[in-house]
């Protein structure tokens, strides 16, 4: 039988979206039982998140805001604070403006948004859940393959019109 999160996913992935995103919230915040969850939810659901956090320099003659994409809880947690602009961005902060001067005041703003992205099933997913994913991507191929024929088939004497005019 599935798991509780293989069932999620087939019944309910915006529920399952919305829990992996209150779980990375909570590890970022050091909550390691949410860290846990989060390691048993990653063995039969293949996801992904993003940390975006902004970030502050007050240099000698400007002040300006920047950004920082994070791809782990750990990278996140283990951001640094840097000496001078040049060093910030050579670390893949993004600068809204250019910074002016050459020192000044680093910090982070700790306002952290999180992003998820859910993929699928893994491999150590139950077979049961495996078979009904294969079944529900299936049918939502042919979903969409349907709406795209009813639009071209809409469209169709457009077309035609605009081959016999050319």
Same mark, same amino acid.
């Given at each position: 039988m599935s798991n509780l999160y293989e069932q999620l996913l087939l019944n309910d992935a915006a529920t399952l979206e919305r829990k992996i995103y209150k779980l990375v919230d909570g590890a970022v915040w050091n909550n390691f039982k949410t860290e846990k969850r989060l390691e048993l939810i990653a063995k039969v659901i293949d996801f992904s998140y993003t940390i975006d956090d902004e970030c502050l320099f007050d240099g000698e003659?400007?002040?300006?805001?920047?950004? =920082?994409?994070f791809y782990s809880i750990e990278e996140y947690n283990s951001r640094k604070e840097y000496d001078?602009?040049?060093?910030?961005e050579q670390d893949g902060i993004e600068w809204n403006?250019?910074?002016?001067?050459s020192s000044g005041l680093f910090s982070w703003v700790?306002?952290?948004?999180?992003?998820v992205e859910i993929y699928g099933l893994t491999e150590d997913a139950s077979e049961e859940? =495996?078979?009904l994913w294969k079944?529900?991507?299936? =049918?939502d191929d042919l979903r969409a393959a349907q709406i795209l024929f009813e639009s071209v088939k809409e469209h169709c004497p457009e077309l035609s019109a605009a081959e016999?005019?050319?």
């Open positions: 003659y400007s002040s300006v805001c920047g950004s =920082k994409t001078n602009a040049e060093e910030a403006d250019a910074p002016t001067g700790m306002s952290p948004e999180v992003s859940a =495996k078979d079944t529900q991507v299936r =049918k016999a005019n050319a």
